[in-house]
């Protein structure tokens, strides 16, 4: 997570639209919606599906690696061949086989989403953030009701849906937990 | 049930609704109020600082663990609004007005602001934390706030009776908070909210969410406490965050 989280930064910092990496365990690929255009990708090539939501200026990270996406290549070349990614899925069945395994926290009021206490201090949790039962993870404004949120479950953040300060309906997930 | 108050006194602490907290989270049940002579690290929302010089306010916080859904919770903050105005009323001889949502406000100055939070800490389940910040003389507030800040001492010239005070507010809070958990008690709270608010119906108002900022009127509110704006343009929206501030100056307020 730690190199995914370098390679954001570094893909935001060069002012990046696309970027993609594949090895034996992991394949990313990085997408910045700057314009409202339909990037198709080039058919020869095994593109990552994008989740179909409207995530707006930050870049959204989609991660395809199947059962092996909890780490970084650690076991070398060798990897169970099993646990390779798929690489030529319909965007449907990608996008849900991605969030099968992931814990959404969803929120249980309508309200308005904040990443950290106040706009001016850290987020509370970052993806790659070990969370636990008891971790505060946002806080959801609701006519100056501010509610914190726990995580409600043991595991590694791997995706936040919401962008910080946007509006969230009721059961919306909020974040993707990888348990 | 009506509520079984325990007040714990102090004469210093950081910050009432932080140890109203701490003490929820040890399991203190519905009731539990705090009230200390100053706090050094008051907090208002998205921790901005509530100035508190000892004896200067009210700092005061409630822990409440209401029975309904948690999404019918916002209206709490309405709530507690009401209660404040009733106390004033009661105590002091003031009549106040509600700022969207719950800013209370007196010739056109903020006079209490009023801070709700939910923590949860299971297994004891969410519990609201509402805390209360009343200008009891001009000391509490800094004076450059002047202009948009004020006090009972100010408005009645005379420096309130702060148990008098804490008294009136302590059953006003037992009787709305009994009203808003009995049946249709989310409904009279709003009626009984735009009753007591300039702010409800046709008032001109600047929304400012985040970057974005709007003009329009105030319709009414929608079930759970949301503001309903229509814009220059005429669709209807819906407030549930942000700062409304009126258009032009609040005046005479006093006097409705």
Redesign the interface.
């Known amino acids: 997570m730690e190199e995914l989280r370098e390679l954001v930064e570094l893909f935001t910092s060069h002012g990046l639209t696309d970027f993609e990496l594949e090895n034996e365990t992991i394949r990313v690929h990085l997408r910045r919606n700057l314009a409202p255009q339909a990037s198709v990708a080039p058919s020869g090539l095994a593109v990552s599906a994008m989740p179909s939501n409207q995530a707006p200026a930050p870049p959204v990270v989609t991660n395809t690696a199947g059962a092996a996406q909890s780490g970084m290549p650690q076991g070398g070349p060798e990897a169970n061949p099993a646990t390779t990614p798929a690489t030529t899925k319909p965007e449907a069945s990608s996008v849900r086989a991605r969030t099968e395994e992931l814990y959404d926290i969803t929120s ?5 989403f ?1 990443r950290s ?3 001016t ?1 850290e987020p509370f949790i970052r993806p790659g953030s070990a969370v636990e ?2 971790t505060v993870v946002c806080i959801i ?10 995580a ?1 479950t043991t595991g590694v953040v791997e995706k936040i849906y919401v962008e910080d ?1 946007q ?1 969230v309906e ?1 059961g919306q997930p909020l974040f993707g937990v990888k348990r | 049930m009506p509520l079984r108050l325990t007040i714990l006194r102090f004469d210093s602490l950081a910050s009432t609704n932080t140890e109203a907290a701490r003490q929820a989270a040890g399991g203190a049940p519905e009731g539990l109020c705090v009230v200390a002579r100053e706090q050094t690290a008051g907090r208002g ?4 600082v509530w100035v508190s010089p000892a004896d200067a306010g009210l700092y005061f916080s409630i822990v409440l663990r209401p029975r309904l859904e ?2 019918e ?6 709530m507690a609004a009401i209660a404040v105005a009733d106390a004033l009323r009661e105590a002091c001889g003031l009549e106040v007005d509600i700022k969207w ?2 800013d209370i406000h007196a010739g056109g100055r903020k006079l209490c602001g ?9 297994p004891r389940g969410r519990a ?1 934390i509402i805390g209360i910040g009343i200008n009891l003389t001009a000391r509490a507030f800094p004076p450059e706030l002047s202009e948009v800040a004020t006090s009972i001492e100010k408005l009645t010239g005379s420096k309130p009776d702060v148990e008098a005070l804490l008294g009136a507010l302590l059953r006003a809070i037992e009787r709305r908070y009994a009203r808003w958990q009995a049946a249709g008690g989310g409904a009279e709270s709003r009626r009984e909210w735009s009753r007591r608010s300039s702010y409800a119906e046709g008032k001109r108002v600047r929304v400012a969410l ?1 970057e974005e900022f709007f003009e329009g009127t105030t319709r009414g509110l929608a079930g ?3 503001l309903r704006v229509e814009t220059n343009d005429g669709k209807i929206r819906i407030v ?3 700062d409304v501030t009126a258009l032009r100056p609040v005046e005479g307020m006093n006097g409705n």
Do not use: F, H
């Open positions: 249980p009021i309508v309200g308005t904040y206490p106040s706009p201090s039962p008891d404004e609701a006519m100056k009701l501010m509610n914190e949120i726990l409600e300060g509006p009721y | 929302r998205q921790q901005r948690m999404k919770w916002p209206l709490l903050t309405l949502p719950n009023i801070l709700a939070e939910t923590v949860e800490n299971p609201c985040g759970d406490g949301a549930r965050a942000g």
